[in-house]
Structure formats: C-alpha cells, structure tokens
C-alpha cells in the first residue's frame, strides 16, 4: 500500500521569496510520484510528474520537484513565487507495477503568498 | 481541447434523499474516474472504468454508492439515500489509457452538501 505525507497543512509565505512544499511518501513497491494544484473553486491541475529519468523535473508556472528515492521525499520548490501562486497543492503517488494508474494523494499543502 | 465537464456543480440535499452526478470525459479518453475529496483531504478513489468496464471500485461504499458508464464515454455517479458524511466535493476525470503514470486530468467538481 502507499502512502503520503505532506509535513505542512499551510505554508504563508511572501510575494517573490522562494518556497519549497514537502512532500513524503511510503510505498512497498516503486511509484510514479505528482504533483498537482488546486485554485479556489476547480479541480485539480497537474502542475509535475516524475516517471523515470532525471530526478529533478521542472513543471509548469516555474515550479520544480526533486525525487530523492533515500529519502522518499518529492519536495516541490519555486524560487520566487506570485500573488498567482495562492492554492493548495497535493502531492500524489502512483503504483506503477498496478494496472490501474489510481493516485493516492496526501492532504494538501495551502500556499498563501502575501503581497 | 475540452476538459472533463461535469455537472451539477453545486447540491443541497437532505439526508436520505438521492442525488446524481454526470460526467463527460475529454474526447478519446478511455478510462474515467470518480473521487471523492472531503473537505481537508486529499481526493480519494471511488471508481474507475476502462471504457464500459470496472477496473476498480474497491473503495466505492456499495450499499449506498453506484456508478455506471454504459457507453463507455460519460458516466454517472448516483448516492442513495444520502447521510451527512458524504458531503464533499465529487471530482471526475479522465485519462487515455489505465497504465500507470498516464497523465490524469480532472473536472471541476460537483459540490455535495448534505443537511
């Protein structure tokens, strides 16, 4: 079974200062590892996915993750980060020795960026 | 490209009334899902179909939930009779295939209250 930890239910943080959101995970198997965010009033968009390959990968809007498979984290950095920016974002895994391609996603990080 | 649609978007219902919820998936997309996403939590796996067919509903509370996507293109999504605790928000979507790591899109939501 898989699981995932995201360490802080709320991160406050101010317009164009770097910001990095944790993300952990526990799994039997090997993953496929996500992220998505969550504007006010939408469903989810995928911001990341990391499936093979180079550990850091780069996403849409300037954010990027970093897969450190020791240390079972996928924690999601943007170096400076817009009024645009406030959502929640969930990290998500994937099983990718399943047929099935369900995601497991931890609770959610809420990003506030004060002007 | 349309995105997944889905509606209603927004339901008051009282317990132990019924309630439905339609989905259509992007266009070519063969596998479609339902979750649930209750307020401050991540999103949670009900049901997902390749084409007309079940690949999982393991998490689908069967007494009260049902599902079906007889055509294999929309679906739908029925709770009877409702209690309190599945007030959430219901989430679909799509993606082209069921193999692990497909990029899974989601609709907007349908917002589910009930008193």
């Known amino acids: 079974a898989q699981s995932v930890t995201q360490l802080d239910s709320q991160v406050p943080v101010f317009e164009e200062a770097p910001v990095e959101l944790r993300c952990n995970y526990s799994?039997?198997?090997?993953?496929?590892l996500f992220w998505y965010v969550q504007y006010p009033n939408q469903g989810l968009q995928l911001l990341l996915k990391y499936l093979s390959g180079s550990t850091l990968v780069k996403g849409i809007n300037g954010f990027e993750a970093e897969f450190n498979k020791s240390q079972t984290s996928f924690h999601l950095r943007k170096p400076s980060v817009h009024i645009s920016d406030t959502a929640e974002y969930f990290c998500?895994?994937?099983?990718?020795?399943?047929?099935?391609?369900?995601?497991?996603f931890g609770t959610g990080t809420r990003l506030t960026v004060i002007p | 490209e349309a995105g997944v649609a889905q509606s209603p978007r927004y339901k008051i219902i009282e317990k132990r009334q019924s309630v439905a919820f339609w989905c259509n998936p992007i266009?070519?997309?063969?596998?479609l899902y339902w979750y649930q996403q209750i307020l401050g939590q991540g999103p949670k796996l009900l049901i997902q179909f390749q084409n007309n067919g079940v690949v999982d509903d393991s998490q689908l509370p069967k007494d009260r939930f049902s599902a079906e996507r007889l055509k294999g293109v929309d679906s739908t999504l029925k709770i009877q009779p409702a209690k309190l605790e599945d007030s959430a928000v219901y989430l679909c979507?799509?993606?082209?295939?069921?193999?692990?790591?497909?990029?899974?899109?989601f609709g907007e939501g349908s917002w589910l209250t009930v008193v």
């Open positions: 266009s070519g997309h063969a596998t």
């Open positions: 998500a895994v994937s099983d990718f020795t399943s047929g099935a391609n369900n995601l497991f």
């Open positions: 799994s039997s198997v090997s993953v496929y």
């Open positions: 979507a799509s993606s082209r295939g069921t193999k692990s790591g497909n990029t899974i899109y």
